[in-house]
């Protein structure tokens, strides 16, 4: 999966005027797509899948924000673990350094942490390590690829004052 089913996405849900970005370089970390788009880290959110006991999570955060621990095992009653990079291409069709929260292979529940609400917009991966799109904060919720839209969370520490 990638650019195109990403797009494929948006269209079916009706949004034709989110554009997925792609570029000549790699996007597959933080700093390399704040690099490519001219933005603070801040402004890329992360999505990092995690297994649970019953099931795997996708959160996105802010690319300056750490997990929380603490925070996560509040949220969820259980530790932290990152999904393994298989599973989480078999179940969201994104690789890591592409996965995001749009046109999942597999319904998944989708967080979103509380620590891109201080951006009016961020840059999520669309399906592949080298490109993004540009979504607005507020519109996040209805855009995720999950019945019902997606919760906000409070699982991360941030890493700056970006």
């Not at 970390?29 to 992360?46: C, D, F, N, S």
């Not at 929380?68 to 989480?88: C, D, I, M, Q, V």
Request: charged content about 20%; hydrophobic content about 50%.
């Amino acid at each position: 999966m990638g650019k195109a089913e990403v797009a494929a996405y948006f269209h079916a849900i009706g949004r034709d005027d989110l554009q997925v970005l792609e570029f000549d370089v790699s996007c597959a970390t933080v700093e390399l797509a704040a690099a490519a788009i001219g933005v603070a880290p801040g402004q890329i959110a992360k999505t990092l899948s995690f297994q649970l006991k019953e099931r795997m999570i996708l959160i996105v955060m802010s690319g300056s924000a750490r997990l929380s621990n603490r925070k996560f095992k509040a949220a969820f009653g259980e530790k932290a673990r990152l999904a393994p990079h298989e599973a989480a291409l078999a179940l969201t069709g994104h690789a890591v350094g592409g996965v995001c929260p749009f046109g999942l292979k597999t319904p998944l529940d989708v967080y979103l942490d509380q620590s891109l609400r201080k951006f009016s917009h961020v840059y999520p991966a669309a399906g592949a390590g080298n490109n993004m799109v540009r979504v607005a904060v507020a519109e996040l919720p209805g855009l995720v690829d999950t019945a019902g839209g997606a919760a906000w969370v409070d699982v991360a520490e941030d890493a700056d004052s970006e």
